[in-house]
Structure formats: structure tokens, C-alpha cells
């Protein structure tokens, strides 16, 4: 698509397509799309090629499915779901989080220390050169998101890593196992 066709340019292409869905028999004129989005003819014609590329992609591949937003380590996917599998047509956002065993137990052992013995105070992972602090890094490093900053230097655990420790904790003190966490938005994996 040519460069200068902006995304606001695309939703209006897209609004004045939606008008078909009352009026299936009407004519849509490019003359004055083309005037109105000040594009080029090359231009309109490489927007009507990418609607006409979707058109196709929406009418074979998504057949059944809905196209959904996914979050997963950072990350964000586009993933498609079954018709039956989504409640309603909006576009959703599954947050997925995949821990190891060892990361499990590693945040586990974060966030006891920084309830029970650092009472709440950061780490600091510049000049401290323990065995924690270098592993708080690994672990900031595979999952930014379990930490945060508050410009003194420190590093926190964010309130998703304390309610994901808390979680483990309790899990840990009843000696039940778990494959799959529920907290807010986010779905924790073990992997």
C-alpha cells in the first residue's frame, strides 16, 4: 500500500464501506473517495487491492473463527478462536504469562524475601552482587512485568508478581500443584 495512505484515511475507507451492509445495492464512488482522502490514483487502486486482499482473506480463513488480540510474555500475537469459543465479536485480549518450574519457584522465593525480610524495600540490583539479586535480573529480564521502578534506584515487585507469588505461596503451603493460574486478566501457564 502506498506510503502516504494513512490509518485514518483506512478507517474511513472503512466507514464508508460499512454502508453496503443497509444499502447492498448502492455505488460507491472512488472519484470521490479519491478526492475527499487526497490520494493518487496508484494510490486508490493499491487501497482497493488491499480491501479486495481482505475481502478474500475474510471470506476463506475466517471462515468459523474470530480474529483475537493475545498477550503472551510481553508479547503481543494475533491468534484466531472458534465462532463458539468468543462470548461477543469484540476483538479480546487473552494475557497469557508461560513460567517454568524454576521460575515458579523462583518468584515464589522473590516475592516471600521481599514481604518477610525486606519489609517492602526494592532490590538493588547495581551494586548488590547476591545470589537473589542476580536472579531477580534473570528473571526481570525473561518477564519485565513482575517489576517495576520507582526512580531511586530499586527494583519492586509489581502487584501482579506479589499477587502471582501470594498465589504460589498459598498453592506451596497446601502442597497442591497447579498447571494453570488465574489472577485479574492474566492467565499463568506452567510450562
Given at each position: 500500500?502506498?506510503?502516504?495512505?494513512k490509518?485514518?484515511?483506512?478507517?474511513?475507507?472503512l466507514l464508508?464501506?460499512?454502508?453496503?451492509?443497509v444499502?447492498k445495492?448502492?455505488?460507491?464512488?472512488?472519484?470521490?473517495?479519491?478526492?475527499?482522502?487526497?490520494?493518487?490514483?496508484?494510490?486508490?487502486?493499491?487501497?482497493?487491492k488491499?480491501?479486495?486482499?481482505?475481502q478474500r482473506?475474510?471470506?476463506?480463513?475466517?471462515?468459523?473463527?474470530?480474529?483475537?488480540k493475545k498477550?503472551?510474555?510481553?508479547?503481543?500475537?494475533?491468534?484466531?478462536?472458534?465462532?463458539?469459543e468468543v462470548?461477543?465479536?469484540s476483538?479480546?485480549?487473552?494475557k497469557?504469562?508461560?513460567?517454568?518450574?524454576?521460575?515458579?519457584?523462583?518468584l515464589?522465593?522473590?516475592?516471600?524475601?521481599?514481604?518477610?525480610?525486606?519489609?517492602?524495600k526494592?532490590?538493588?540490583?547495581k551494586?548488590?552482587?547476591?545470589?537473589?539479586?542476580?536472579?531477580?535480573k534473570e528473571?526481570?529480564?525473561?518477564?519485565?512485568?513482575?517489576?517495576e521502578?520507582?526512580?531511586?534506584?530499586?527494583v519492586?515487585?509489581?502487584k501482579?508478581?506479589?499477587?502471582?507469588?501470594?498465589?504460589?505461596?498459598?498453592?506451596?503451603?497446601?502442597?497442591?500443584?497447579?498447571?494453570r493460574?488465574?489472577i485479574?486478566?492474566?492467565?499463568i501457564l506452567?510450562?
Amino acid at each position: 500500500m502506498a506510503q502516504s495512505a494513512k490509518i485514518k484515511q483506512l478507517n474511513q475507507v472503512l466507514l464508508a464501506l460499512e454502508k453496503f451492509q443497509v444499502r447492498k445495492n448502492s455505488l460507491f464512488n472512488l472519484d470521490k473517495l479519491a478526492e475527499y482522502l487526497k490520494l493518487s490514483r496508484s494510490e486508490l487502486e493499491d487501497v482497493l487491492k488491499l480491501i479486495f486482499r481482505f475481502q478474500r482473506l475474510f471470506n476463506s480463513a475466517f471462515e468459523g473463527y474470530v480474529l483475537c488480540k493475545k498477550w503472551k510474555n510481553d508479547k503481543t500475537y494475533l491468534v484466531l478462536k472458534a465462532k463458539s469459543e468468543v462470548k461477543d465479536d469484540s476483538v479480546l485480549e487473552a494475557k497469557e504469562i508461560e513460567l517454568s518450574r524454576d521460575q515458579v519457584k523462583l518468584l515464589s522465593d522473590i516475592i516471600y524475601f521481599f514481604r518477610r525480610v525486606k519489609i517492602g524495600k526494592g532490590f538493588d540490583l547495581k551494586r548488590n552482587g547476591t545470589e537473589l539479586s542476580r536472579k531477580v535480573k534473570e528473571l526481570k529480564k525473561v518477564h519485565p512485568y513482575f517489576f517495576e521502578s520507582k526512580g531511586n534506584g530499586l527494583v519492586y515487585p509489581s502487584k501482579l508478581a506479589v499477587d502471582v507469588g501470594n498465589l504460589i505461596l498459598s498453592y506451596d503451603r497446601s502442597k497442591r500443584s497447579f498447571s494453570r493460574l488465574k489472577i485479574g486478566d492474566y492467565a499463568i501457564l506452567l510450562i
